[in-house]
């Protein structure tokens, strides 16, 4: 690859932009939709992202989806699923991370990154830089990513959006104004409609017309301040910084699984149950997405809508739902009032973390945690194999059964299996379940 000397990145800006975002998301998370025309947004009967190949068949996000199944009735329609959106855009910040801390969490599916003056500690020009980030992404989350390095945010910004999907451009400083003759001046980041009308009042059509113009220009037209800074830019200059702090962890990312069920109960053995299966489904996404908690939320709602909470810290982060059931259990004893019905149980993963970067503790608690991970991945395939929910832990499966007679609180606390109706036996293999602590 052709280098670029000192001058050509006075600022080394990084941009990138996740192609057909939730739809690529969805394609990662579910092989059956790979390669095939998806449409995500199902809720709201407009299409809110659409896969590659669903762009293909000349289909774009403006239409409705009934339009959209009236035109290609072979396109997959699935409903939005904002937090394995979330799920992803985090671990996209933190896979961007891992090369450099300067980095702005810009949205769902971009962001930006500063690797001015990381040269000499990877020995690789900032082209290469990009370049093996950009792979790192596309390997780990399995989607395409349009990937621009300039002088400045505006500029890298052109470069991610100049070839989709999966480009990548470098746009040195001096040679900026190559790429801008063929951009509206609209469509620059950060000029909205309304400028872009006053802009084409004063002659300007193209992001090009804009750079060439002169400071005395700028002045003589009153041009406003954020204007200004794209004009520099857009002549090599760098006049935004990063946003760079962490956006709160509390609006994305955490995995929220609760269940009403009808009747209510009043049966300790029972509710534990059901919230022992939505440790499962939470637990579950968690593997599904690569990612572990290190704290959980713990909600019962009464027959009366009386809601009852805890926080549960765990000691190491872990996607295992029995680790996590063992330590709900010891608050659950304490939230559980006897002789009232309760209509619903909840579970919320918190401080949501990448799989790698759980870091081991010093009591090797850690590691105690890891020996079970084998075998839930064999337990994901299985279910993913029989349907979902083949295999789970020994105590869910009370939540099967509605109403058992009180004698069997025994069997709560029991490891095997406890038996189901014989339609639900059919699906089920008999494995001993994972070394749940009772
Ligand atoms: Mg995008």
Redesign the pocket.
Known sequence: MKGFSDRSFPKAILHF?????FASVEQAMNYKLRGKPIVTGAERGAATALSIEAKRLGLNRGMSMKDIRAKCPEVIVVSSDYTSYSVYARRMYAIVRRYTSLVEEYSI??CFADITGLRPMYGMRYEEIALMIKSDLERSLGITF?VGLGPSKVVAKIGSKFRKPGGFTPIPAKEVQNFLKDIPVGNLWGVGFAQALKLQNLGIVTALDFAQKDEAWLRAHHIAKPYREIWYELRGGSARELATEHRGSTDIGSIIKTRTFSPPSPQRAFVLAQLSKNIERACFKARKHGVKTGAVGVMLKTQDFLYRNAEVPLPVPTNDPAYVLKHVQKHFDRMFVPNILYRATGISLRSIVGEKAATLDLFGETLKVEENSKLLDAVDGLNKRYGKETIGLALSLKAVSHHEPDRQRQNSRRTSFVPLPIEQRKKTIDLPFLGMAH
Not at 17 to 21: A, E, N, Q
């Open positions: 932009d996740g192609d057909s975002f599916d971009e349009g």
